[in-house]
C-alpha cells in the first residue's frame, strides 16, 4: 500500500471508530483520501470559450446523489409502517465516466466532453502532507481531547480501539502511536501525589511544633484525609475527573482546611487549662465560642473562590475545576470541624488540671524560649 491508499483506508474506516471513543473530540487526518482530480487546460478553454464555472456546474450537476423514488410512500396500503428513500448509484467512479462528462452541447448534436479540455485522474484530495514512518509510507492521526474529557481513560479507550480493529486491517497495514501525551500526565499525577503527602507531612510537623502535643496534633491531621475524600466525592458527582488542576486545588487546600480544626482544638484545650474542665465538657463550652467565627471564616473564603467557576470559555473550564475543588474542600473543612472534630477532642483529649501550666524541656523549650525572646 501507498501513502494514499492507507491515507484513503484511514480516513473511511479508522476515523468513524475512533470519534466514537469516549473523551474523543477532534481527529486530524495527516494524508489525503483518494479524490478525482481534474486539470483545466486553459488554451482548450479559451478556444471553446469556456470557463471554469461552466465547468464545474456540469460536473456537480452530472456527478449527483439521485433519489429515485420510495417504498412505502403515500398513499400507503392499511398498516403500513415502514418508510425509505431509494438511492440510485448515480455517482461517477471512474476516471474514463468523468471523462464523458458533457460540458456543452450544440443543437447539431455535436457534444464536448470533460476530457476534451482537461486531464482527468484518480489521485489524493490534498498534497499537503507526505507522511512517513521509519521510512515507510503511513498516514497520521492526531487525536485530541475533548472538553473535560480524562486524558488517561481516552488514550485506554482509543489503543482498545485500534486492537479491535487491527485483525481488520488489510495485509501489510499496522497501527502504530509514535507519540503520546499520557505518560507526562501519569507522571505529573505521580508527583502531585508526592508533593499531597509531603504536605500532610510537612502541616503535620508544623502543627506539632507549635501545639506541643501529640493528641491535639493528631486531631487535625486525621481531619485532611477525611476532608479530601468528600471532595474528591463532590467533584465525581459533578462530572470532574481527578487532574493537574484538581490535585493543585487538593495541595493548597490542606493548609486552609487544617485551620478550623486547629482553633477547635485550641480552644477546649484552653478550658480545659483554665477551668479544669474534662475534654466533653470542655469541648461543649468551647463550641458556641467559636461556631459563628468557622462559619463566617468559610463564607468568606468560599465567597474569593466560587465566582471563578462561573467564568465562560476555555479558561473558565480551567478555572472552574479549580475553586469548585478549593470552595468544596474549605466547606467541608468547617463541617467538619463544627462535627467531627469536637467528637475528637471529646474523646481523644487528656483531661488538664486546673491553672495547669505545662514548661516544655528539652527542644520544645528552647524553642518556646526563643519564640518569647
Not at 473511511?12 to 470519534?19: A, G, M, Y
Not at 485522474?121 to 521510512?135: H, I, K, M, P, Q
Not at 473535560?148 to 485500534?162: Q, S
Not at 505518560?183 to 501525589?193: A, H
Amino acid at each position: 500500500m501507498d501513502a494514499n491508499d492507507i491515507a484513503d483506508y484511514v480516513g473511511s474506516n479508522v476515523v468513524d471508530r475512533l470519534s466514537r471513543v469516549p473523551g474523543v473530540g477532534n481527529i486530524q487526518v495527516f494524508g489525503g483520501k483518494y479524490a478525482m482530480r481534474i486539470w483545466l487546460d486553459p488554451n482548450k478553454l479559451h478556444t471553446y470559450g469556456l470557463s471554469v464555472a461552466e465547468v464545474t456546474a456540469a460536473v456537480k450537476a452530472q456527478n449527483a446523489q439521485v433519489a429515485i423514488g420510495q417504498l412505502g410512500g403515500a398513499p400507503s396500503v392499511k398498516g403500513q409502517q415502514l418508510n425509505a428513500t431509494i438511492n440510485a448509484q448515480s455517482r461517477l467512479q471512474t476516471p474514463e465516466q468523468f471523462r464523458n462528462i458533457i460540458v456543452r452541447g450544440a443543437q447539431d448534436g455535436a457534444e464536448l466532453r470533460l476530457g476534451d479540455v482537461a486531464r482527468v485522474e484518480l489521485g489524493a484530495e490534498s498534497y499537503d502532507f507526505v507522511t512517513r514512518y521509519n521510512g515507510q509510507p503511513a498516514s497520521g492521526l492526531a487525536v485530541t481531547l475533548a472538553t473535560g474529557a480524562n486524558a488517561l481513560d481516552t488514550a485506554a479507550g482509543v489503543d482498545a480501539a485500534l486492537q479491535d480493529m487491527k485483525s481488520f486491517f488489510p495485509a501489510g497495514l499496522k497501527a502504530e502511536i509514535p507519540y503520546d501525551t499520557t505518560p507526562f500526565v501519569r507522571v505529573s499525577i505521580k508527583g502531585v501525589v508526592q508533593t499531597l503527602i509531603e504536605a500532610i507531612v510537612l502541616v503535620f510537623v508544623v502543627m506539632y511544633l507549635f501545639l506541643q502535643n501529640f493528641r491535639a496534633t493528631l486531631i487535625p491531621t486525621i481531619a485532611v484525609p477525611v476532608v479530601l475524600l468528600g471532595t474528591f466525592g463532590v467533584l465525581a458527582m459533578l462530572g470532574f475527573s481527578v487532574n493537574m488542576l484538581t490535585m493543585f486545588a487538593m495541595v493548597l487546600a490542606i493548609g486552609i482546611l487544617v485551620d478550623d480544626a486547629i482553633v477547635v482544638v485550641e480552644n477546649v484545650e484552653r478550658i480545659m487549662a483554665t477551668e479544669g474542665l474534662p475534654p466533653k465538657e470542655a469541648t461543649k463550652k468551647a463550641m458556641p465560642q467559636i461556631s459563628g467565627a468557622i462559619i463566617g471564616i468559610t463564607l468568606v473564603l468560599v465567597t474569593v473562590f466560587l465566582p471563578l467557576a462561573f467564568m465562560s470559555g476555555s479558561v473558565g473550564v480551567i478555572y472552574r475545576q479549580f475553586s469548585v475543588a478549593m470552595a468544596v474542600s474549605i466547606f467541608f473543612s468547617a463541617l467538619l470541624a463544627l462535627t467531627f472534630t469536637p467528637a475528637l477532642c471529646a474523646t481523644i483529649l487528656k483531661p488538664v488540671p486546673k491553672g495547669h501550666h505545662n514548661e516544655k524541656k528539652g527542644f520544645f523549650g528552647w524553642f518556646n524560649r526563643k519564640a518569647a525572646a
